[in-house]
């Protein structure tokens, strides 16, 4: 007993106990936040389109979230003749778990501090709004997002649908072109910041002034936003979900709540990428009035809020790319542009840049080879 109540094992349990209770926290925030975004879209797409949106399932149609969980949930299972068995099932897993794992790392405010109470602490220690504060957190994401190609490839081929494995050819085929101009769209903001963790992005903006990194990243913010609307299948970049073409796409045979799964995530994603986009370029919980205004968390979801609300409005404006047309904006517009701000960002950088001292070890080196040329 002695062994279990050391210092070392305590504060191992300390932080055990706090990680799992972030993590049911934020899980459930996103499950709410999934359904509110499915209600408030239609009603936003409703109010632009000058048609009505969901208003029949509670007032104003607020319960349409409830109803549609519950008739998934009890909707039939089905599975097409000859699909493969383990893949169907996996690829709805593996989309839900890239898309919940990508926002371990991402820092949605500074230590909590709630209002007329002040700060939060639990055994003794302040409470940051993020589960996990990676040195490589930008690195990390990068990764797990990249794996959610797996879950279209596994629902394509799985399928045993002609319809479903077009889909997710098209799909991997674009989420592998944009993912590189997306990836070089962070390289201006890692070298500005010189660092991948999250939480330096947003000192360095706070450093700076948080409209000033704005404006210094302002091609990189465009060319992110454009990159992520075809990394997240959204329009006009929806392609592999194309009614006309493909019957919905690399989810055509999916049914109750595989189908929800795969919803779930491409919306846990959305928010992912305007999360990412919030602090990166938007100066996260930053205040958009320094020194007049208090920093707070509430300013990085009114941000990330304004984001997906611009990929609503896209969705409900701007109509779908053909397919030649959305590979050949990414490899012959997209790319060329991602990889001109980074050479320019850079030269600048090294012109314009903070001059730094040699490192200890070259002021060293270099009085004594010089002792040993004498």
């Known amino acids: 007993m002695e062994t279990l109540l050391t210092p070392a094992l305590k504060e191992i349990a300390i932080d055990a106990v706090i990680g799992v209770i972030k993590l049911a926290v934020i899980f459930n925030v996103l499950l709410l936040v999934f359904s509110l975004m499915t209600y408030i879209e239609r009603r936003i797409l409703g109010f632009m389109q000058f048609r009505r949106g969901p208003n029949r399932t509670g007032p104003w149609g607020i319960l ?39 926002l371990a790392v991402v820092p949605y405010g500074g230590p909590l501090v709630l209002p007329f109470y002040g700060p939060v602490s639990l055994f003794g220690r302040p409470i940051n709004i993020q ?3 990676l040195d490589v957190g930008i690195l990390f994401i990068f990764a797990i997002t990249a794996l959610g190609v797996y879950s279209i490839v596994f629902a394509g081929y799985a399928s045993n649908n002609k319809y479903a494995l077009i889909g997710g050819l ?31 992005i947003v000192a360095a903006a706070e450093r700076m002034n ?8 302002f091609p990189a913010f465009v060319i992110y936003m454009i990159a992520a609307c075809a990394e997240v299948n959204r329009t006009p970049f929806d392609l592999p979900e194309g009614e006309t073409e493909l019957v919905a796409g690399f989810h055509v045979e999916y049914s109750s709540m595989k189908f929800a799964l795969m919803q779930m995530a491409e919306y846990i994603n959305m928010m992912t990428v305007c999360a990412l986009a919030s602090n990166m370029f938007l100066g996260g919980w930053l205040s958009p009035l320094p020194g007049v205004i208090p920093n707070s968390p509430l300013w990085f979801f009114a941000k990330m809020g304004l984001l997906l609300f611009v990929f609503i409005w896209l969705r409900a404006t701007v109509p779908r790319f053909r397919y030649d047309q959305l590979m050949n904006f990414g490899w012959k517009r997209l790319i060329p542009a991602a990889a001109i701000w980074v050479v320019l960002f850079s030269g600048l950088t090294a012109v314009f840049g903070e001059k730094k001292t040699p490192p200890s070890t070259v002021a060293i080196i270099a009085p004594a080879a010089g002792q040993v040329s004498r």
């Open 64 to 102: 349409q979230p409830a109803a549609d969980g519950i008739k998934l949930f009890f909707k039939e299972e089905l599975m097409p003749e000859g699909a493969n068995k383990f893949l169907f099932f996996a690829a709805p897993v593996v989309a839900i778990i890239t898309a919940y794992v990508s």
């Open 131 to 133: 589960i996990a504060d």
């Open 170 to 200: 098209r799909s991997s085929a674009q989420m592998f072109s944009y993912e590189l101009a997306l990836g070089m769209s962070w390289v201006s903001v890692i070298m500005a910041a010189g660092s991948f963790r999250l939480n330096d």
């Open 210 to 217: 948080p409209w000033m990194w704005l404006l210094i990243q």
